[in-house]
């Protein structure tokens, strides 16, 4: 119902419809530049993390999906000569958060020893 809905806002008002989706790219890009490359993605993870949390057996699929769209999304950008496309790809998620769980511990170290022996 929802997909004939959508054809038919296509079908009457096209204008509109593609005026959503400029927008939409629009905001995405302009809150990309701002918060830079790694401000970006590291708040799609925390969104990611937080939608895992509260639906975890959907999670795992979307994030299955996602997985295999950036594997074939690198294969595309593999083809461009190198260092032309380097900001497009999508970043190794797992990676990233292994990173943070790693800078979280070293923090918990340094506030430990801070706090100093109590005794």
């Known amino acids: 119902m929802i997909l004939s809905l959508l054809a038919l ?3 009457l008002r096209p204008w509109s419809v593609f005026g959503v989706l400029f927008v939409t790219v629009f905001v995405v890009l302009g809150v990309f530049l ?24 959907r999670a795992a699929t979307l994030h299955a999906r996602l997985d295999a769209f950036a594997m074939k999304w690198d294969a595309v950008l593999d083809r461009f000569p190198e260092g032309t496309v380097d900001g497009l790809y999508l970043p190794d998620f797992g990676e990233m958060a292994e990173a943070e769980a790693r800078h979280d511990a070293a923090l918990d170290r340094r506030f430990d020893r801070l706090r100093g022996p109590e005794a």
């Open 9 to 11: 806002a296509v079908v």
């Open 34 to 57: 701002a918060l830079g490359y790694d401000g970006f993605w590291q708040r799609a993870m925390a969104l990611g993390r937080w939608y895992a949390a509260r639906r975890p057996e």
